[in-house]
């Protein structure tokens, strides 16, 4: 079993910024790809940033240069840095993790979400 545990969210004023974290545990062989995705009302759930394995990155447009994304592989983490934050990144906040619990098969774990609020 995999649990993904996503935190961090909260309530900031436009132009601040705050900092998700993802904590991935449990039976873990690799974790491939992660990232963090988002959700408003009324809208389908979009992808914010991802990371390989390796470290290469990959950003939503309105995310680039205001979102980093970083992982730290021995502690089976991933972070998404947010910064000049808009009302419009108010969202819930998800982590997915790409996870092999053998070497042959890989499953997407989705943490359980974290608001975000920007106010005006």
């Known amino acids: 079993q995999v649990h993904v545990v996503d935190t961090g969210g909260g309530v900031v004023q436009r132009g601040g910024s705050l900092r998700l974290s993802c904590e991935v545990s449990g039976d873990i062989f690799k974790i491939n790809d992660m990232a963090w995705y988002r959700r408003t009302p009324g809208k389908q759930r979009e992808l914010v940033a991802g990371?390989?394995?390796?470290?290469?990155?990959k950003y939503e447009d309105a995310a680039k240069g205001r979102f980093t994304i970083s992982r730290d592989n021995a502690k089976n983490m991933v972070y998404l840095q947010m910064m000049r934050l808009t009302p419009e990144d108010t969202a819930v906040y998800f982590c997915?993790?790409?996870?092999?619990?053998?070497?042959?098969?890989?499953?997407?774990?989705w943490g359980r979400g974290t608001q975000v609020t920007v106010s005006p």
């Open positions: 997915k993790a790409d996870v092999q619990s053998g070497p042959n098969y890989e499953f997407e774990y």
């Open positions: 990371i390989t394995s390796g470290g290469l990155e």
